[in-house]
T-cell receptor, first 111, second 112 residues
Framework: QKEVEQDPGPLSVPEGAIVSLNCTYS??????FMWYRQYSRKGPELLMY????GNKEDGRFTAQVDKSSKYISLFIRDSQPSDSATYLC???????????FGTGTRLLVSP | DGGITQSPKYLFRKEGQNVTLSCEQN?????MYWYRQDPGQGLRLIYY???????QKGDIAEGYSVSREKKESFPLTVTSAQKNPTAFYLC???????????FGPGTRLTVL
């Protein structure tokens, strides 16, 4: 079993839809949960990160962590064609433990 | 503008040749990292460095070497010992090892 699992997609939605992107993980020691967005042939850019369980909101993006079920979600409201990218979740332990990346979910938002 | 630069963007090499990928950052970050990205797989850590003149192996260090002679530079050499070198290589940096990582634009290496 992989430490972090993500559905590779693609997930296709119309502009304006609410998007839900998800990851599951197996390591209960993970405390920090990052979301990166990666456009085609570019480096990943950090979108959001959360510590432990709970929600964090930033504009149209909301990150949610449920440690009891080891489930991480990223919600995008009012999705735009410019949101079309691959979204990578990357949890890690405290201190320096390496980021463990999921394979990413490819999102396509059509106008 | 502060950021991370990687050069070149695309690199072609013949099998059996060593090749060095450049990574420079002007963010004054202490920690730097090299990752490899392959289709259908998550990013995998090759090497990381916490401070100048210090670096550690990641999960897939075999066939790679690094140096950290300056704070802003962390070049990666892909040696002929790396069995499957064709991939997208990403450099990242962070303030410290426990801080969030920021990525460069990547170098796509193709070995013919």
């Amino acid at each position: 079993q992989k430490e972090v699992e993500q559905d590779p997609g693609p997930l296709s939605v119309p502009e304006g839809a609410i998007v839900s992107l998800n990851c599951t993980y197996s390591n209960s020691a993970f405390q920090y949960f990052m979301w990166y967005r990666q456009y085609s042939r570019k480096g990943p850019e950090l979108l959001m990160y959360t510590y432990s369980s709970g929600n964090k909101e930033d504009g149209r993006f909301t990150a949610q962590v449920d440690k009891s079920s080891k489930y991480i979600s990223l919600f995008i409201r009012d999705s735009q064609p410019s949101d079309s990218a691959t979204y990578l979740c990357a949890p890690r332990d405290t201190g320096f433990q390496k980021l463990v990346f999921g394979t990413g979910t490819r999102l396509l938002v059509s106008p | 503008d502060g950021g991370i630069t990687q050069s070149p963007k695309y690199l072609f090499r013949k099998e059996g040749q060593n090749v060095t990928l450049s990574c420079e950052q002007n963010l004054n970050h202490d920690a730097m990292y090299w990752y490899r990205q392959d289709p259908g797989q998550g990013l995998r850590l090759i090497y990381y460095s916490q401070i100048v003149n210090d670096f550690q192996k990641g999960d897939i260090a075999e066939g790679y070497s690094v140096s950290r002679e300056k704070k802003e530079s962390f070049p990666l050499t892909v040696t002929s010992a790396q069995k499957n070198p064709t991939a997208f290589y990403l450099c990242a940096s962070s303030l410290g090892l426990a801080n969030e990582q920021f990525f460069g634009p990547g170098t796509r290496l193709t070995v013919l």
